[in-house]
């Protein structure tokens, strides 16, 4: 209905409570409250926005919030209000009409987004509800991205201390990480050790870990290399640091591998929707070349309402 009296708030939002400030459809101010973060909280906050309106129903109520997602975009949507996104330095565009200062302000940044919703429409995103397989493929590729950038973390950690102690080892695998190589680095831990060990006992862990790009004399080989003189005490502390590194990596790549599993699942699970989606918002028909974690990336983004280019951050 295009002659519907329309309310405009705007909600600066922060982790323990949210300013927001309403007006009506003149911009004139009809309230100010700020509301604790939290179920009861954001139930009240709807319940002001109606009340204070006095509208019959919550799709009149037009809501201005810098982020696309979180739990007070959702409360709001699942209430039918209208809520729209703005990109913060949108925002900042917008605040240069009210003020030049630079300093945050709660209640003028609350009353900038319900001025700007109201006078500049076009410059919002509408947004609605996210389809939960959606929501789900988008946290769980974050879960991979993080986990991806711990493991990074601990094998760099890892690569210190065997320059330390035992180079000859970073020789083998540039990915640290790989089961094989720390497979192989508990059975020989050190120089000393790799000299001792018999090819057999290599044979079998390259078997186990279907490694074939090389066999066990070659392995024993690059292991035997003169080894870099050390103080005392040094090998064993290298060695006591690298264990307990050891472990989080193969506690990370598990988690990692149950990431992609989950991501794979979801893939598959919205596969005839959700793929065509992608495709068509992109514009393409094929990915070549393009690896599981893009594709999982770029899938969850294409579902963004009304805005298929918007970022998912």
């Known amino acids: 209905?295009?002659?519907?009296?329309?309310?405009?708030?705007?909600?600066?939002?922060?982790?323990?409570?949210?300013?927001?400030?309403?007006?009506?459809?003149?911009?004139?101010?009809?309230?100010?409250?700020?509301?604790?973060?939290?179920?009861?909280?954001?139930?009240?906050?709807?319940?002001?926005?109606?009340?204070?309106?006095?509208?019959?129903?919550?799709?009149?109520?037009?809501?201005?919030?810098?982020?696309?997602?979180?739990?007070v975009?959702?409360?709001?949507?699942?209430?039918?209000?209208?809520?729209?996104a703005i990109n913060p330095k949108q925002m900042d565009r917008f605040?240069?009409?009210?003020?030049?200062?630079?300093?945050?302000d709660d209640s003028r940044d609350a009353e900038v987004m319900a001025s700007a919703s109201r006078t500049d429409p076009r410059c919002f995103?509408?947004?609605a509800a996210a389809d939960p397989v959606v929501i789900e493929l988008r946290e769980w590729s974050r879960i991979a991205e993080d986990l991806g950038a711990e493991r990074n973390r601990l094998t760099n950690r890892l690569r210190e201390q065997l320059w330390r102690c035992f180079p000859a080892m970073l020789d083998l695998e540039s990915d640290l990480g790989a089961e094989w190589l720390l497979d192989l680095w508990e059975t020989a831990p050190t120089?000393?050790?790799?000299?001792?060990?018999?090819?057999?006992?290599?044979?079998?862990?390259?078997k186990?870990?279907?490694?074939?790009?090389?066999?066990?004399?070659?392995?024993?080989?690059?292991?035997?290399?003169?080894?870099?003189?050390?103080?005392?005490?040094?090998?064993?502390?290298?060695?006591?640091?690298?264990?307990t590194l050891i472990a989080r990596i193969r506690l990370v790549n598990q988690q990692l591998r149950e990431a992609h599993r989950q991501l794979d699942a979801l893939t598959g699970d919205t596969s005839s929707?959700?793929?065509?989606?992608?495709?068509?918002?992109?514009?393409?028909?094929?990915?070549?070349?393009v690896g599981a974690k893009i594709e999982h990336r770029r899938m969850a983004g294409a579902f963004l309402p009304n805005h298929p280019n918007l970022s998912t951050h």
């Open 1 to 71: 209905m295009t002659d519907e009296r329309r309310w405009y708030a705007g909600v600066d939002w922060a982790s323990e409570s949210h300013h927001v400030l309403l007006t009506d459809g003149d911009g004139r101010k009809i309230g100010e409250k700020i509301f604790k973060h939290g179920g009861e909280g954001l139930a009240e906050m709807a319940a002001w926005l109606m009340a204070m309106s006095g509208v019959a129903e919550p799709r009149q109520i037009h809501i201005a919030i810098e982020v696309p997602h979180s739990p």
């Open 73 to 84: 975009v959702e409360t709001l949507i699942e209430r039918s209000f209208k809520v729209h």
């Open 95 to 104: 605040r240069d009409r009210f003020t030049l200062a630079g300093a945050k």
């Open 125 to 127: 995103r509408l947004l």
């Open 191 to 206: 120089p000393h050790k790799a000299i001792r060990i018999r090819e057999a006992t290599v044979a079998k862990v390259l």
């Open 208 to 243: 186990r870990n279907r490694v074939r790009c090389f066999d066990a004399a070659h392995v024993l080989d690059v292991l035997r290399k003169p080894p870099v003189q050390v103080a005392a005490g040094t090998t064993e502390a290298a060695s006591a640091h690298i264990t």
């Open 273 to 289: 929707f959700v793929r065509q989606t992608a495709l068509t918002q992109t514009k393409h028909e094929h990915w070549p070349g």
